[in-house]
């Protein structure tokens, strides 16, 4: 017999229903005698819900307090599906990410785990309780509760599958795997059998919220054997895996991510320590910055510099710089958040040249024009106005996929 960690996702649990049909799948397979440990989410629109109440008493509230108000969701589904699963007659325990040791550092809504101690865990399955974890929590080390960046509840369970030396890591949710593609936005996104953590890795972090990017960071240092599939299909999902055994096309997937603002600084001057000085700036205030263009074509002594950083981190960006001016040196900045990236990835374009000119040839036919471009050895990114992006990220699927 296994022990088999299970995720479902907010949808999977959103009311009385889903989460019966829930519990089905959880009785299942415990009933075959594998130990269960289950994570899950907050009900439906649960967290957005809790954040809009936040802002109509404080639109700045403190972090720690957002996130004690923003875990009592997953804290909710847990003890929800307990008496779901008690109903059922089984054997259940429901518990905190305090309960189960889920040890993070300090940093407010999106901590990072440090160690999952699991001794009460172990002790429960012991006991052949199914145990359920509330995810996207955690502890610090002030015994505060911590969560753990938006979609984090995936990373809770891989944390637990870790911890729990798991034989399978299963991730629920409301699609039935990975597409080449988000599926509700371009209907002929195909389901991958399989895909590398790498890739999966690359698709995360660029905008395809599946799977939270840190959850598949995590599985592939442990290499956890994961899998993500439908809470409401019964069919086999996708394996998120080192090595795959179909053959590789040149892309796996593409995605898009609008959470993503840009901001262009004019005339610097053209001196060593000018790049230095920008980014020291904004890491000082711990704003992380992905794109960086430079460009002094025509000119000798000065040059602009633009970068993307996260939307919601623009405002807080210009305002350092600003403050800043006469330090770092430049004569005018512009910012703006109406843009969106979107992205190919895939280990297979590695080894085949032409990838680039065709995704380039894909945004010509769609008649969409490109702000900046940044590549690395399985990826390439594109900046794009942000009307254009569901038609770009259409065109780009149509030419690799659907030829
Ligand atoms: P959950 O609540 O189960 O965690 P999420 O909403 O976080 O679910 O993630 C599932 C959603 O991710 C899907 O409904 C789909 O719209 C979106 N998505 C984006 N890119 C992809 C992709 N490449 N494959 C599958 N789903 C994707
Ligand atoms: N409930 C949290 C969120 O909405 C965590 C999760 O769903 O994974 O971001
Ligand atoms: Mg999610």
């Not at 974890?133 to 610090?140: H, M, P």
């Not at 005018?332 to 085949?352: P, Q, W």
């Not at 040249?353 to 940044?374: H, R, T």
């Amino acid at each position: 017999m296994a022990l088999i960690v299970q995720k479902f996702g907010g949808s999977s649990v959103a009311d009385a229903e889903k989460i019966e049909r829930v519990a089905w799948i959880i009785a299942e397979k415990y009933s075959e005698g594998n130990d269960m440990v289950v994570v899950l989410s907050a009900q439906g629109d649960t967290t957005d819900d809790l954040l809009a109440k936040a802002m109509e008493i404080n639109p700045n509230p403190s972090k720690r307090e957002m996130d004690m108000l923003l875990s009592a969701g997953e804290q909710m589904s847990v003890a929800l599906m307990a008496m779901q699963l008690e109903k059922l007659g089984l054997p259940v325990v429901s518990l905190t990410g305090w309960q189960v040791g889920m040890q993070t550092n300090t940093d407010y809504s999106n901590a990072r785990i440090k160690a999952v101690s699991g001794e009460r865990v172990r002790a429960e399955l012991d006991r052949r309780r199914i145990v359920l974890v509330a995810g996207f929590q955690g502890v610090n080390s002030y015994d505060d509760i911590t969560t753990l960046g938006r979609g984090g509840s995936d990373t809770s369970a891989v944390a637990m599958a870790v911890a729990l030396n798991a034989d399978l890591c299963q991730i629920y949710t409301d699609v039935e795997g990975v597409f080449t593609c988000d599926p509700r936005k371009v209907p002929g996104a195909v389901k991958l059998e399989e895909i590398t953590y790498d890739e999966m890795l690359e698709l995360a972090s660029l905008g395809a919220q599946v799977l939270h990017n840190r959850s598949v960071e995590m599985a592939k240092r442990y290499n956890v054997k994961l899998e993500v599939l439908s809470s409401y299909v019964r069919k086999p999902g996708t394996k998120v895996k080192g090595v795959i055994n179909v053959e590789q096309s040149k892309i796996s997937g593409v995605a898009i991510d609008s959470n993503v603002a840009q901001i262009a600084l004019m005339g610097l001057t053209d001196q060593p320590g000018v790049a230095f000085r920008v980014f020291r700036t904004l890491s000082q205030e711990k704003i992380n910055v992905d794109i960086i263009l430079q460009s002094s074509v025509g000119r000798s002594e000065t040059k602009d510099i633009s970068f993307t950083v996260a939307r919601s981190d623009m405002e807080r960006a210009v305002e350092v710089l600003k403050e800043n001016q006469q330090m770092v040196g430049f004569k005018d900045i512009s910012m703006t958040d109406k843009i969106s990236k979107v992205s190919i990835v895939g280990a297979g374009m590695m080894s085949s040249p032409g990838v680039a000119a065709l995704m380039f040839e894909s945004l010509y036919d769609a008649k969409v024009n490109i702000g900046m471009i940044s590549t690395s050895e399985i990826k390439i990114s594109v900046i794009v106005d942000e009307k254009d992006a569901e038609r770009a990220m259409s065109s780009i699927h149509r030419r690799f996929f659907e030829a």
